[in-house]
């Protein structure tokens, strides 16, 4: 039950993302963000240390602490990666903005 | 391997993300920027979580991990509303703010709009603003790519309506728009150039330009050379000067108004370099005419200096300086030059520095090596004079009689200390080991003499491998130089050819006459030197077959130091010819 529940729950997690992206696609076409390439960067990695992070509890059903560990650190890597990108764009509007 | 550092990590990168999207919030206030936030801050509090599961949950039960998946969606679900917002409000007429807020040309329309509402704050008051809206209507008739901006209430230029039906940004468009504004600048000059000293008017100019943000700033420099740099002096000009400056200036795209004034057209669709080629012929026309060289540059170089430093930073790139007339930022060209100059000879000293230290290192290890050489070639060779002093006397019985099997040895191993003093004696003898010249006893000599003698030591060694050696030397041939020394020299020659030519070979030496020197040849049938090894044989201990690799080396070096000259020509397979050029007499 556990683990159907979650597979599922992971399945609409995934696929919900694929519904984003195209958005942000066709948002892209009207405002062209300059370094908008690291905010889908960024996202990617997260995403995928959150595939890591809930693998082990999909097909063995328990914890492995050091894929967790592992997935933890991905998505710390694709948050880097965005909050720089959010940083720069910031500072790209804040130059306009002003 | 601990969770809690990553989880930390992470969920303060969330928060730095979060803190941005609510400054953002706070500037705009759009509910699609709502949306943003909402997700985002829900990824904080999903680390939060987490770490609370890692502590306590995980213990309890298994579904405390459903929990990620669903905060997950609905992060996910936040942040497809936030983009459907944005992009539904994109589409909207209200929010075309947002499709317009990171263009370039919306940046350059609202600079140039902020310059404009300097000059129609001042000029409103002097002349009204309805004049203003007429010099803003005929603009829009000359550029209709100034459609849509309006005078509002407040007395100031709005350019929204133009930035909304601007469309895609081209290329084509940042120069229409130039253009366009920089026309529209200069009617606004002109009238408050009516009431107020041109000089003054250049300041405030100066001022709102110094506040343009660096990327649109390349756009404002044909204004600021011509416009800033140029016309206070037009303006300043008599009406003769001015008219025949104006028949003088045939330059496309540039032309001087009845007023001093400085229009230009279409300069935009010209590159840098171009724009600047332009401003230059413009400059050098100026001088020429205006006649009041010294002063005149003296002025101009001081308005350079002046300039705002963004503009001065733009205009300065791609030697630009160094272009304008003589008289004009000269110390600055001084200065450019040079640094270029300086940076030249910086290149060139240290490439010199690297050649003196290389060879420094190599002085050095050669100097070690030789010191080395030395210490061991001493060192062996006095114990070996006492060895051998003492084996000859056991060898004669002047220690006792010794039986036929002992004297036997004893003679072998006195031919073995011959052999080794030899060696030292061969190490001692290459200057760039030992670091000493060689001492030359010159004298002139027979070459038959010196041959004769080699061919008496080597005559067993050519024996054994069956080889045959033909002479061919002129009895009356001589060598002026140190007898010992060039006897050695062929002798190490004759042995290498003896050497690595197999059995049964030849081996020709010829001596002959050629001029003031004397040149012997020394050739044989053996294998041959391979091209890439050339150069190398006469290199001290370089050999292929396992000798020590001294005897070419001290060929060489004999020869060269009597002033003569070695070489040699080789096929493989076929033999080698070993050629020394000697000089004959005093």
Redesign the interface.
Known sequence: MFRTLLVALTIISLILPVISYRYFIQLMKLVKIRRANFLLAGTMTVLTGYIFFLLPWIFIGNDVPEIRIFSYYIILIGLIILVYGVIKIYMDWKEVIK | ???FL??M??FF??L??LF??I??YN?YRRKYLLWFVFALFLIPLLFLYSLVEILYL?KIS??A??A???I??VV??A??MA??N??SS?KTEEAEE??L??RED??LI?AFEKIANYFIGRISTLIGIKNIEDVLEECIESYPILTGCYIGMDEKLKTRAMEENIGEIKEENMERLCEAFSYLLTKLIDLYAAFVPYREIVEGVEKEISKI?GKIIKYFVPFVLFKIVLEPFLRECKSDELKSLRLAVDIKGIYINKKGGIEYHEIYRYDVAAREEKFVKFLERMLAVLGKRGELEKNITEIFRKLPNNVKEEIYRYEFIKKLPRGILDEEKIVLMSKEKLIEELIDRKKKLEEAYARLAEAKLDKMKSNFVDIIAHEIKTPLTSIKTYTDLIRKGKLGRINKLQKEKLDKVAKNIDRLTKLIDDMLQIPSIDSKELELRKEIFYVKDIINKILDDIDEMAKEKKQKIEVNVEKQLTIFGDKNLIEKAIKNIVTNAIKYTPEGGKIFITANNEGSYTHISIKDTGKGIEKDDIEKIFEPFYSKEGGIGLGLAIAKNVVESHGGKIWVESVVGKGSNFHILLRREK
Request: without cysteine; positive net charge; hydrophobic residues 60%.
């Open positions: 391997m601990n969770a990553p989880v990590l992470n990168m969330s730095i993300i941005i999207a400054k953002v500037i995980s298994p579904y991990i459903v990620y998946p669903a997950i969606i996910e679900i942040t497809i983009q459907k944005l992009f994109l947002y499709k807020l990171l919306i940046a609202r943000e």
